[in-house]
């Protein structure tokens, strides 16, 4: 690669050593003179070694005049008069902000300072400084907030205040801030009356289920705009223009967690402030041909339908509600019966237990431009031609302890794998997991492998399948509304401890499906995927610590450019 012209480099100082600073259009690099002039002359490879570090220009959150209160506060009562002195001779400085990233995807914001005596200077490498990030078009300028301040510990308010506005502020993102009063407050809101030509992006704070509801905002509106009538199941939708960035507060976050890696907000403000882009899947949820919802997470028939709908009356236990409830469902150990109709993916879509996790920069997850127009009308072909004879679609009848359609990983603190641990972010495909009747002890172990390293998948009792459209049919019991009234759900064998149905007045050999956390009002639906129709303020888990600098060393090898000032 050509190496890039230096844009400025000075001698200037730094925790009171001289260090050489160099920027070009990627890299701000600096190294302390005398130390790696006495030792070895050459420099790691590496973003950052003892005596040299580098940060890439992307990753710079701001720039700024150091005032004098900030210089010294740091230091200790020992070096307190040396400081003195020094900033007697060196009063002009700036701090550069940037990305460090620590533990387990986790970033925070880093500091520097540089000293000089010279004020011009310092203005020059702001102004610079400043210049180059203004080239970085996707960064946001303004966005508009959302928090439910009911959200998981109840804590979105707070975390909000404390630990992203002052980050904004930083970046100079102008942010106008709307507490929720309601639920759907967000959605209504977002829908009808926001005006979105103001902002480059719309955040969110708070759970998943907040997340939906900003998800349902953003598509419908961007539909009624398009003139897309979103009641047909096979509408082309169109892509939100908009971005969407979540700062975690809520019960599971597992969009956050799968898209980023960890669950923290400092480490989601970054991603905003840096303008980061996921695409991601969007599922449309159809029951005869009228729209119900929109998935992106999981969409959960039997156990995890049957814990939301226990644990909605126990929102007032926060987080712990799931565990409870999670229990409770698992003890009861319902079954249901149906069919399910799906039209499986491409093959160059992977397959859910090859072990190719989605990761940032996924080539499964790439759009291929070329023969991506011929595929789809390939496919739209194979599947009009198939629609009379159900050919393309396969059918499994059962009886199902869970049936659940992964679009991403839903990787989250519980299960750092997630449910689908193979499932990509923007394939257009869900992956349908079917955990058909099985023991107590079975369903368990199934379970805790959700947990540890094992392959959940591996039971005879389990089949996973990677589709672009599916249909679930509960099975129609012909006595069912003679039944109802005393019946309670099929059972494997076991009498009920406690069951969710018992008291439910419909159908009680049906469950019911969870999209995303809530509850929907049919179990008869029809599921297709969306490619890529919404994109994240995210950019996937990364592989490890990513060190996609170029060798700062080539920074110092360069000719000077004509902005090189040197103290
Ligand atoms: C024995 C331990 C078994 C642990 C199994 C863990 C599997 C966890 C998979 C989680 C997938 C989560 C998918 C995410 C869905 C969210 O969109 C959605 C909404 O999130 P929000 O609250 O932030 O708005 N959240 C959920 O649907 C919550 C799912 C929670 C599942 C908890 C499962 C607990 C199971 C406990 C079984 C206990 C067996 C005990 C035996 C004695
Ligand atoms: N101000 C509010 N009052 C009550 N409910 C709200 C409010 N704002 C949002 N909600 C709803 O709260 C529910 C849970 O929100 P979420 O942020 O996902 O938290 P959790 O992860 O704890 O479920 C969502 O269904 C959302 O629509
Ligand atoms: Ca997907």
């Known amino acids: 690669m050509e190496p890039q012209a230096r844009l400025l480099s000075a001698i200037?100082?730094?925790k009171h050593r001289q260090v050489e600073v160099a920027l070009n259009r990627s890299v701000l690099a600096w190294k302390e003179i005398e130390r790696s002039r006495k030792r070895s002359p050459g420099i790691s490879n590496s973003a950052e070694t003892a005596h040299s570090h580098a940060v890439q220009v992307c990753e710079i959150v701001a720039v700024c005049k150091t005032k004098d209160d900030d210089q010294d506060s740091k230091e200790t009562m020992k070096s307190q008069k040396k400081a003195k002195q020094h900033s007697h001779l060196y009063p002009h400085a700036f701090t550069v902000s940037y990305i460090r990233r620590t533990r387990q995807h986790q970033w925070r914001c880093?500091?520097?300072t540089f000293h000089s005596a010279n004020q011009g200077l310092c203005e020059q490498w702001i102004h610079v400084i400043n210049e180059q990030l203004s080239l970085l078009t996707n960064r946001p300028k303004s966005l508009l907030v959302y928090i439910n301040p009911y959200g998981g510990k109840r804590h979105g308010r707070r975390i909000y205040?404390?630990?992203?506005?002052?980050?904004?502020?930083?970046?100079?993102?102008?942010?106008?801030?709307?507490?929720?009063?309601?639920?759907?407050?967000?959605r209504d809101h977002l829908k009808t009356e926001a005006n979105l030509d103001k902002y480059d992006g719309v955040?969110?704070?708070?759970?998943?289920?907040?997340?939906?509801e900003i998800l349902h905002g953003l598509v419908t509106r961007t539909q009624t705009d398009n003139r897309v009538d979103q009641n047909q199941p096979d509408a082309e939708l169109v892509p939100c223009s908009l971005h969407i960035g979540i700062i975690p507060a809520g019960s599971t976050d597992c969009i956050c967690f799968a898209t980023v890696g960890t669950n923290d907000p400092v480490t989601s403000a970054l991603h905003i402030i840096v303008g980061d882009s996921q695409p991601m899947d969007v599922c449309s949820v159809h029951h005869n041909d009228i729209f119900l919802r929109y998935s992106v997470s999981l969409l959960g028939y039997g156990f995890y339908g049957d814990i939301l709908t226990d644990s909605e009356r126990k929102r007032w236990l926060g987080p712990a509600r799931y565990d409870l409830s999670g229990v409770k469902t698992f003890l009861s150990h319902n079954y249901y019966e149906g069919s399910i109709s799906f039209l499986p993916a491409e093959n160059n879509k992977g397959d859910p237990r090859d072990k190719l996790q989605c990761r940032s920069g996924c080539r499964i997850c790439q759009p291929k431009p070329s023969s991506k127009d011929t595929q789809w009308e390939i496919s739209e072909e194979k599947e009009k031609s198939d629609k009379d004879g159900m050919g393309g679609w396969s059918v499994i009848r059962g009886k199902f302890i869970a049936i659940n359609a992964a679009s991403m990983s839903c990787a989250c603190p519980r299960s750092p794998r997630g449910l689908s641990p193979s499932a990509h972010l923007a394939d257009g495909t869900t992956d349908l997991i079917l955990v058909r009747k099985c023991s107590r002890l079975n369903f368990l172990r199934h379970l805790l492998q959700h947990t540890n390293k094992e392959d959940q998948f591996d039971h005879s009792f389990v089949e996973v399948h990677r589709v672009r459209k599916f249909r679930f049919q509960p099975r129609q019991h012909e006595l069912d509304s003679l039944e109802d009234l005393s019946d309670s759900p099929k059972k494997t064998g076991f009498s009920p401890i406690c069951s969710a149905q018992t008291t439910c007045n419909y159908s009680t050999s049906h469950s019911s499906w969870t999209s995303d956390g809530e509850i929907l009002p049919h179990a008869a639906i029809q599921v297709s995927v969306h490619g890529q129709l919404i994109r994240l303020f995210a950019r996937g888990i990364e592989e490890q610590q990513q060190c996609v600098l170029e060798d700062p060393c080539t920074l110092w090898a360069l000719e000077p450019s004509t902005y090189q000032s040197v103290d």
């Open 110 to 112: 880093g500091d520097v």
């Open 12 to 14: 200037l100082f730094h």
């Open 203 to 212: 955040v969110c704070v708070g759970g998943d289920g907040m997340f939906s």
């Open 161 to 186: 205040e404390q630990k992203v506005a002052p980050l904004f502020r930083r970046a100079c993102i102008l942010a106008d801030v709307i507490v929720t009063e309601r639920a759907n407050h967000a």
